[in-house]
T-cell receptor, first 109, second 116 residues
Framework: TQLLEQSPQFLSIQEGENLTVYCNSS?????LQWYRQEPGEGPVLLVT?????EVKKLKRLTFQFGDARKDSSLHITAAQPGDTGLYLC?????????FGQGTELSVKP | GAVVSQHPSRVICKSGTSVKIECRSL??????MFWYRQFPKQSLMLMAT?????????EQGVEKDKFLINHASLTLSTLTVTSAHPEDSSFYIC????????????FGPGTRLLVL
């Protein structure tokens, strides 16, 4: 069974701080997606990483896929209150998405 | 592009009744759709995979007779919660995978079900 361990599960920081969320697995994924979800809404796709070692940037968000395609990280620079939400990583495996536990991020002004 | 809608967005029903939730891919064809359940502050739990024109594949522990899934066309899948009980109250989310062979799933906005 493929599992994705996401950490931390909860993160409360002040505006302007940096943070990193990690997703780790013992399995190899063909691709990995990061989503952001706000309360009462569905997840919104932020990025898909496919190639081992790949780094993608989306404004203040930097996503990295591990060389072995077993892990990924999301780094947010100078977090803002608008970044508050649930961040989910999900790996593609067997035609399905395997989700991490999620990271509940709260950025206080 | 890649918009997925769900209807209704919220539903309140009495215990023992059945509720149908629709999931539509609006601007693409989806050979595969997925149904998830989510509890507050938790991640998504896959319930079943729905393929157009064939029976759904249910995850372990999900009752197929309670959660009926129909994927009658390339743009529509429905989830029917039969004889709903309060413990079925949850946030149900569908997603759709494009028929272009990509792995990315596009999620609907979710349906909040409350069973009284």
């Amino acid at each position: 069974t493929q599992l994705l361990e996401q950490s931390p599960q909860f993160l409360s920081i002040q505006e302007g701080e940096n943070l990193t969320v990690y997703c780790n697995s013992s399995s190899v994924f063909s691709s990995l997606q990061w989503y952001r979800q706000e309360p009462g809404e569905g997840p919104v796709l932020l990025v898909t990483v496919v190639t081992g070692g790949e780094v993608k940037k989306l404004k203040r968000l930097t996503f990295q896929f591990g060389d072995a395609r077993k892990d990924s990280s999301l780094h947010i620079t100078a977090a803002q209150p608008g970044d508050t939400g649930l961040y989910l990583c999900a790996g593609s495996g067997g035609g399905k998405l395997i989700f991490g536990q999620g990271t509940e991020l709260s950025v206080k002004p | 592009g890649a918009v997925v809608s769900q209807h209704p967005s919220r539903v309140i029903c009495k215990s023992g009744t059945s509720v149908k939730i629709e999931c539509r891919s609006l601007d693409f064809q989806a050979t595969t759709m997925f149904w998830y359940r989510q509890f507050p502050k938790q991640s998504l739990m896959l319930m079943a995979t729905s393929n157009e024109g064939s029976k759904a594949t249910y995850e372990q522990g999900v009752e197929k007779d309670k959660f009926l899934i129909n994927h009658a066309s390339l743009t529509l899948s429905t989830l029917t919660v039969t004889s709903a009980h309060p413990e079925d109250s949850s946030f149900y989310i569908c997603s759709a995978k494009s028929d272009r062979g990509q792995e990315t799933q596009y999620f609907g906005p979710g349906t909040r079900l409350l069973v009284l």
